[in-house]
């Protein structure tokens, strides 16, 4: 195997490449590492100033990770995986950057990323059968393949409220926060949104602020993280056995053991056990409650128990019986919005300085120079925090002016929604991989996971196309409308349909409405990728110079 070296020393001309990846977080700098191991010249292109991606621009207070650290971590080099240790049971963002950039030192991968350098487009030359990237400043590199590392949730939403540039006091988002930070000592604070990001900011913040106002559309469904220092028979025992765990992940639906799914049958079991299954799920903290019952998550009748026990769980923390009832979700199934994980979320309401506002019987109407009126009030405030969510999946894809065959871009491709094979490729647009694309199982599983097995794909493709004098790869347009099909397919058997989420498009005005991650779970799609392989790239036209195989 070639030593693992930077491009440059390769002796490859700048403007000349294998392979341009966009995106330094944990997708691109695996899949730099890889490609290394087996002599491909290589460059990423980050937009931020550093490593980390998601980690290294969602800096807002509270930003943690919602999987168990020895968990949501890189499998891949067991040297990294014993050397490293975590502090706590969900590593903080800070935490979680400091492990990015030692990964990216630990295998010299900075001198192969280009930061603070946005890609503008993305070109395929038939005529060579090679990609023109060209990024924000006009410079030009050609390369024969583009991986796109651009992170699911990576576009953050843009305030489309009225007034929004009137107003006269700060205003932050968590997508984008200062690297300074914030302090918010004496401030009367207004957050609007209560998915994960708002409520992990919001129960930082509130020990700091002079009011703290809440500005909730829908509610979430949120359980208590239970987070505390890692315990060390946890992390000591991981390390241990780290190749059984390991294996037990990729196999798994989610890449999530903690989740530890139960077979039995939500009405299989008695009331009170029923009732013990969610208490012990609830202590144990985290997703572990949606696996209190196999059916909870296909189920109706037995995911309203689940919800069930999550709003009695509400109305026994939140003293005044009106804020509890308006922090309840009624209007979808518990888990079919990816559920919220949380430090003591719901008794932030307890405090005489927070309140919370319906959005849903008294909306915003417009943020004023001094604050925000709704239907039926104006608070006036110093600062807002808008925590409104990300154009998933696809909308970081969008902003590039990404064009295959005949000049088709991919955003006019997928107006109607993203058509992928595997979530790997598109037709039409030949040597574009994406790693976690729409169709692959990316935000539903442990994405460090669902990332490791998509740059392993990837490489073991690139290496093959190269041991065999190819030099193209694409998937057909029948195995991805089969893909997409079947994709949809295994949506409608589960509850995901049922709730106007980010995973489907909603959040978005004039998103089409299509269910875009991969529902079948991480085990059962890692091997239909390894039939696939198998079966001679099944769905993919491989062609040389003068081939098709
Ligand atoms: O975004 P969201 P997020 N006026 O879309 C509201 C991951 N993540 O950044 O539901 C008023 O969930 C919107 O209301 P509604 C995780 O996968 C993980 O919090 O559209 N409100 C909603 O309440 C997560 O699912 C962690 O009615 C408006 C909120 O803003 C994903 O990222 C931490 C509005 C957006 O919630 C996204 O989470 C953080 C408007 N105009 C994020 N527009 C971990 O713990 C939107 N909203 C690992």
């Not at 693992?4 to 330094?24: M, W």
């Amino acid at each position: 195997m070639p030593e693992n070296r930077p491009a440059a020393a390769a002796g490859q001309a700048s403007g000349e490449l294998d392979v341009v990846i966009v995106g330094a977080g944990l997708a691109g700098l695996y899949m730099l590492h890889k490609l290394r191991e087996i002599g491909i010249s290589a460059r990423i292109y980050e937009a931020g100033s550093d490593v980390g991606g998601t980690w290294f621009w969602n800096r807002y207070p509270g930003a943690r990770v919602d999987v168990e650290s020895q968990e949501y971590s890189y499998s891949f080099s067991p040297e990294l995986e014993v050397e490293w240790a975590w502090t706590e049971r969900y590593a903080a963002q800070p935490e979680l950057l400091k492990y990015v950039n030692h990964v990216a030192d630990r295998f010299h991968l900075r001198p192969d990323i280009r930061f603070s350098t946005r890609i503008a487009s993305a070109i395929f030359d038939e005529t060579r059968d090679r990609w023109t990237v060209t990024t924000d400043a006009g410079d030009t590199v050609s390369a024969r393949f583009c991986i796109m590392a651009t992170g699911c949730l990576s576009s953050a939403k843009q305030p489309d409220i009225p007034g929004a540039d009137s107003f006269s006091g700060d205003t932050y988002s968590t997508a984008n926060w200062p690297e300074v930070g914030v302090d918010f000592t004496g401030k009367r604070v207004g957050v609007i949104g209560t998915g994960s990001s708002g409520i992990q900011t919001i129960t930082t913040i509130v020990p700091q602020v002079r009011e703290l106002t809440v500005f909730q559309r829908t509610p979430s469904f949120s359980v208590p993280a239970k987070n505390g220092p890692i315990d060390p028979k946890v992390a000591a025992d991981w390390k241990a056995n780290r190749e059984h765990y390991r294996a037990m992940q990729r196999k798994s639906g989610a890449g999530i053991l903690q989740v530890s799914p139960n077979e039995t049958l939500t009405f299989d079991a008695s009331p009170d056990e029923r009732r013990r299954a969610f208490e012990d799920r609830w202590a144990r903290g985290g997703f572990s409650l949606l696996g209190a019952f196999a059916d909870v998550n296909v189920d109706k009748q037995a995911n309203d128990e689940a919800a069930a026990f999550v709003a009695d769980k509400i109305r026994s923390i939140v003293d005044d019986p009106d804020v509890a009832e308006q922090l309840i979700p009624t209007t979808y199934p518990v888990g079919a919005k990816r559920m919220c994980v949380d430090t003591g979320y719901y008794q932030v309401f307890n405090q005489d300085n927070v309140s919370l506002v319906d959005l849903a019987t008294t909306p915003i109407q417009a943020i004023t120079p001094t604050g925000i009126r709704t239907s039926a009030h104006e608070y006036e405030l110093d600062a807002i925090i808008y925590a409104i969510g990300f154009d998933a999946m696809t909308g970081a894809l969008d902003r590039i002016n990404i064009r295959g065959r005949d000049g088709l871009r991919l955003k006019d491709k997928w107006a109607a929604g993203p058509l992928t094979y595997l979530g790997l490729m598109t037709s039409g647009f030949p040597n574009l991989f994406m790693i976690t694309g729409p169709g692959s199982p990316s935000v539903l599983a442990n994405m460090i996971l669902a990332i490791e097995q998509h740059v392993d794909w990837i490489t073991d493709c690139i290496d093959h196309l190269g041991n065999r004098q190819l030099s193209v790869i694409e998937a057909t347009p029948t195995a991805e409308q089969d893909w997409v099909a079947h994709v949809n397919e295994l949506a409608e058997q589960t509850l995901y349909l049922q709730a106007n989420s980010w995973y489907l498009g909603a959040n978005i005005p004039g998103k089409p409405r299509v269910f875009m991650p991969y529902p079948g779970g991480l085990g059962l799609y890692r091997e239909t990728c390894d039939e696939v392989v198998a079966n001679r790239y099944k769905g993919f036209a491989l062609t040389g110079p003068d081939q098709t195989v």
